[in-house]
């Protein structure tokens, strides 16, 4: 009777062991649309997947491409443009907007998230700021009463410029002018569950300051790193110091605000530039976006101050966009070309074969770069020091993301072989 209870559980153990999840990330892509030589969106399917892509980000809702990735498996977020904040403040038109562009396609389209808003509160327009919590307001309470809001989330995102300094990340707080605006939101994401989302960029942290910043540093290529002088903890790579300032930010404004996660919306490096725009080659993007992807494919990604929480991330961009406006740069964040073709080499399996058939689209308020605020520079430069030898503790606290789910593997064997053994 003994033996037969041991083997049960046993078998449990074995159960519980196997159920454990991979220490894989999902990998998140922004799917712009300012453009006319893009394919349509049907034909796209194949292009995230062959990227490891299982989440998708709109800057719209765009109903040909919710119907393309109808039944796709891919985890979409949707998004209220700027310029529809004001109309929000009705609640009726609000619901009208999510019957229509989000309640039609479930459950087949698996939208996930709304974002309502890009950048507002760094785009120096104070009529926009006052209509973004209204509308944020409005939008949830849209899905409430559709009975969604419990599978679908709201949020907005910020630029880094909502920060007033940003290194080192123990030093960091959000800008006080814009305190009184965002602390509603936070205390909307601290009431839903929802998390706050950042366009994080070290390209222009780069481009602003090339002699000081470490090019490997901002590429996640091996460098000494730097150790922030106020936590003491070990950074390898900028973004990860960039999340980190927000994460100190929101410590520093309260402590019911520690638990708000963070979804890196953007972060990507043009293949192309302007002759003053430092750094944008297709090298450099290669680099960035690859050793990234390659990052999120093979463990999860934690940062030092919050080593618990895997963070998700979506890369900008899927395309090439030829409409967008301001600099080279703008134009040249794709991992793709129009006709499905790789910009560079991700260093990853890709598929070079696709139909090219155009969709002339140019919807889409499509980020990058910034977003609405064109890439702001305040609040977003890290500038660890550079030195010449390594530093001893090269390997940062962030590439260890994945110890706390070893540990756990390694208990449960010692377990199962211990039990095995009085078998």
């Known amino acids: 009777m003994a033996s037969s209870s041991s083997e049960f559980l046993f078998s449990l153990l074995c159960l519980a062991l196997l159920s454990l999840p991979l220490i894989v990330s999902s990998i998140g892509i922004n799917y712009g649309q300012v453009a006319n030589n893009l394919p349509p969106p049907k034909n796209v399917i194949s292009l995230l997947k062959s990227v490891g892509a299982t989440k998708v980000k709109l800057y719209d809702a765009d109903p040909q491409a919710l119907r393309a990735f109808s039944g796709s498996g891919f985890e979409l977020t949707v998004a209220l443009g700027n310029e529809y904040l004001a109309q929000m403040n009705d609640p009726k038109k609000a619901q009208a907007w999510v019957k229509e562009n989000v309640q039609a396609y479930l459950p087949n389209t698996k939208i996930v998230a709304i974002v309502v808003g890009n950048e507002v509160l760094t785009s120096n327009q104070s009529a926009l700021t006052a209509a973004l919590f209204p509308a944020m307001q409005s939008i949830h309470g849209a899905l409430v009463d559709c009975g969604l809001n419990k599978q679908i989330f709201v949020t907005t995102a910020h630029s880094l410029a909502i920060l007033d300094v940003s290194y080192p990340p123990s030093a960091t707080s959000f800008r006080r002018d814009l305190l009184s605006s965002l602390t509603p939101i936070l205390d909307f994401h601290v009431k839903t569950g929802s998390p706050i989302l950042i366009n994080a960029y070290p390209f222009f942290a780069y481009e602003e300051n090339p002699k000081h910043v470490s090019l490997d540093f901002v590429l996640f290529q091996p460098n000494q790193g730097f150790t922030d002088p106020g936590s003491n903890f070990h950074y390898d790579n900028m973004l990860f110091a960039q999340v980190d300032a927000v994460y100190h930010a929101l410590d520093a404004v309260g402590i019911s605000y520690k638990k708000v996660p963070i979804v890196v ?159």
Request: glycine residues 16%.
């Open 265 to 423: 919306s953007e972060t990507g490096w043009p293949s192309n530039g302007d002759p003053q725009e430092v750094g944008a080659t297709c090298d450099n993007a290669r680099k960035y976006n690859g050793n990234l992807i390659k990052m999120m494919m093979s463990k999860k990604m934690r940062t030092p101050i919050r080593p618990e929480c895997d963070l998700t991330i979506f890369v900008f961009a899927l395309f090439n966009e030829n409409m967008k406006p301001g600099p080279t740069s703008e134009r040249n964040y794709g991992l793709f070309n129009p006709d499905g073709t790789p910009v560079y080499s991700l260093g990853i399996k890709t598929s070079s074969t696709h139909s090219s058939g155009s969709s002339n689209s140019t919807g889409g308020s499509s980020g990058g770069g910034g977003g609405n605020t064109g890439g702001s520079s305040s609040g977003g430069g890290i500038y660890p020091p550079v030195t010449d030898n390594p530093s001893p503790d090269y390997m940062s606290i962030s590439s260890a993301g994945g110890k706390g789910r070893f540990v756990e593997c390694v208990l449960f064997f010692l377990l199962l072989c211990i039990i095995k053994l009085r078998l």
